[in-house]
């Protein structure tokens, strides 16, 4: 995409954004930055697909969801992990690959898409679960198929910490989840830390949902802050900190 193609781009977004919404964020069209593809990303429980269709709908974008529930590997893989994983890994492999390849068929000046998953982070899953040699499988045939596909404008990393996690599992109580184990959470939630923090391949915003529920639209004011964050994100790495209501908000980037 070049230059003229990127400011075209971000002239046709700017324009579509709606009034109402800058005004209740307290935002100059002219000083907003909106990013035409943005990925969600977070271990299990930590909100992603909720955060995604919210987003979706306050920006008037395309959706572009995991399908964990079409995975006919998943359930067995959650009861018995070292026999399932393999299967479950590819089938979610390709079926966010086979995603990203329709998304980059389409016209860059109408497209628009939240997503709640990066594939860059796929191998991730596949290094906690897999045998050495299973992994190396694995990572020939990622690497094989991993090639030109659209990269997010932003990806927002959700984070929170791993006994939080459990509980919002242990809440939603989804039957093909109960069997996952605190400690598998623990492998996960380690394994998302150390591939953000070496994560540079496109602009990054870093969440803290450790005290706030993105997913309960009581408090409307902790996402309203998010997405007033979101359009005021242009490069680099980003942090937001949010803390319960009384109490001062944190931002940071780098």
Do not use: W
Not at 106 to 124: A, C, E, H, T
Request: charged fraction near 25%.
């Amino acid at each position: 995409r070049g230059l003229g193609d990127v400011y075209k781009r971000q002239i046709i977004l700017r324009s579509s954004v709606d009034d109402s919404l800058l005004v209740n964020l307290n935002l100059e069209r002219s000083a907003i930055s909106i990013p035409s593809y943005i990925a969600v990303e977070g271990p299990i429980g930590v909100g992603k697909t909720t955060l995604a269709k919210r987003l979706a709908t306050t920006f008037n974008y395309d959706i572009l969801l995991e399908e964990p529930e079409t995975n006919p590997f998943l359930e067995r893989f959650y009861r018995d992990r070292r026999t399932h994983a393999l299967p479950v890994q590819l089938h979610f492999l390709f079926q966010r690959m086979q995603k990203l390849q329709a998304l980059r068929q389409g016209d860059i000046f109408q497209q628009v898409r939240v997503s709640d998953f990066l594939i860059d982070k796929d191998p991730l899953f596949a290094r906690v679960t897999l045998e050495d040699d299973e992994y190396r499988l694995y990572q020939t045939v990622y690497d094989n198929i991993i090639t030109d596909l659209p990269k997010p404008d932003l990806v927002i990393y959700l984070q929170a910490p791993t006994a939080t996690l459990y509980e919002r599992l242990q809440r939603r109580g989804n039957a093909i989840e109960k069997p996952v184990e605190e400690s598998y959470l623990q492998q996960l939630n380690d394994a998302y830390t150390q591939f953000f923090y070496h994560y540079d391949d496109t602009p990054l915003l870093i969440v803290n949902t450790s005290e706030i529920n993105l997913a309960n639209c009581e408090n409307e004011s902790d996402y309203q802050n998010l997405v007033r964050y979101i359009l005021q994100t242009r490069s680099g790495r980003h942090y937001y900190n949010p803390h319960p209501m009384g109490e001062t908000l944190s931002v940071s980037s780098m």
